[in-house]
């Protein structure tokens, strides 16, 4: 006696809001100025390299790494000047804490809440996680809306909210005052996340010990670590001994580890890229706000929102010229026409201009 089984599909198995999602996509970028992924284009000093050189020639990478983490943890601490009581989470970047988050909270219709237009990620990990997500669209000119944000607030409940801080793609700093108006209004946990704290004007981090409900998030990876894929969740013990639980074993390797501790007792060589950057970033402005069919958005990131009349056919062709940033038309509707392009160094930036004017102005 036999028996056939029916084929097992993808379709038959996988939930259906995952089928809906499309896979975070990193496009190739060999050959061409890279500005689409808010990298730092500098490269270290010799002499920190030689360091780190002699650090991983030494580094027993047949060991399993520190599971604590406690020397990098310590270097955190110091560099960032967490108030007394605060602890320090890691994670592989900060998608992994995004994730452990959204693991934590995702009760039977829990709801995951942040602005739109923001990082992708929030979304797509309230997916992952079985989470339902709320968007609550920002203003015109990309400021909260504080009184929608609040109402959503007290509709949803939301036992998780997130706020970029500043906000990508966006770039600007949402009004300090009015995120602690979500953080009194919140029943849950709400996380800033300074991904761009290096080139802001502002952070949460003094803030942790005046709101029980605020944790602050950061990555290295926007410093000069993309590579290294190190991000932590600074906050009390009380919440990160819960959130513990759910990271992974050795989530963070020896490498990582070792590296990112290395660079940052040159926390000051990193910072005084930051701040080239953000004189570049002066400079990036004031050319694009000077260009005839552009319309630039201030920005306290490493990059720059800019609005131009078919952004999609300006993107293909800035790429045609060998510069690469990022399309963002499409991807929301609050953004279209919109690209994004991360600040280079001055040489990439001047590529960038020029091939960009040449666009949009051939006949100037």
């Known amino acids: 006696m036999s028996s056939q089984r029916t084929a097992l599909t993808p379709q038959s198995l996988i939930r259906s809001e995952i089928q809906a999602l499309h ?10 100025i890279k500005l689409d992924a808010m990298e730092n284009p500098y490269s270290l000093p010799e002499v920190v390299c030689a360091e780190i050189a002699a650090l991983v020639a030494d580094a027993a990478i047949n060991r399993y790494p520190d599971a604590g983490a406690h020397s990098l943890k310590e270097a955190i601490r110091k560099v960032t000047q967490l108030p007394a009581g605060m602890e320090v989470l890691l994670g592989n970047g900060s998608d992994e804490i995004i994730q452990i988050l959204a ?31 709320v968007g609550v669209p920002l203003a015109s000119d990309f400021s909260l809306d504080l009184p929608a944000t609040l109402a ?15 906000n990508n793609p966006t770039g600007n700093r949402f009004d300090a005052e009015a995120v ?3 953080l009194q209004a919140a029943p849950g946990l709400v996380v800033v996340d300074e991904a761009y704290y290096a080139f802001a004007s502002d952070s949460f981090i003094p803030q942790l010990a005046h709101f029980d409900n605020l944790l602050v998030m950061r990555t290295y990876s ?8 190190v ?9 990160l001994s819960q959130l513990e639980k759910l990271r992974l074993p050795y989530n963070v390797g020896v490498l990582p580890q070792l590296v990112a501790a290395k660079l940052l007792q040159h926390h000051d060589v990193l910072l005084a890229q930051a701040e080239w950057i953000k004189q570049e970033r002066t400079r990036l402005m ?29 993107f293909d062709g800035l790429k ?22 991360t600040v280079g160094t001055a040489a990439e930036n001047k590529r960038f201009i020029a091939a960009l004017d040449d666009l949009i102005n051939p006949l100037a």
Not at 222 to 229: D, E, I, S, V
Not at 300 to 305: D, P, Q, S, T
Not at 320 to 341: M, S, T
Request: charged share 15%; proline share 6%; with cysteine.
């Open 103 to 133: 693991m934590a909270v995702a009760k039977p219709n829990a709801v995951l809440l942040s602005v739109e237009p923001s990082f992708v990620m929030y979304k797509m990990i309230a997916a992952f996680c079985g989470l339902r997500y």
């Open 286 to 314: 004031s050319a694009l706000g000077a260009m005839r069919g552009v319309t630039a958005y201030p920005s306290e990131a490493n990059f720059i929102l800019f609005r131009v009349a078919n952004a999609t056919q300006v």
């Open 180 to 182: 602690q108006a979500i």
């Open 231 to 239: 991000g932590f969740l600074a906050g009390s013990s009380a919440w």
């Open 23 to 32: 896979a975070y996509h990193v496009p190739p970028s060999s050959g061409l």
């Open 222 to 229: 926007k410093l000069g670590m993309a590579g290294l894929r």
């Open 152 to 166: 959503a607030i007290e509709r949803e409940q939301p036992a998780l909210i997130f706020l970029a801080y500043p």
């Open 320 to 341: 045609q010229r060998g510069v690469l940033i990022k399309n963002l038309n499409g991807g929301h509707p609050a953004l279209a026409d919109c690209l994004r392009v």
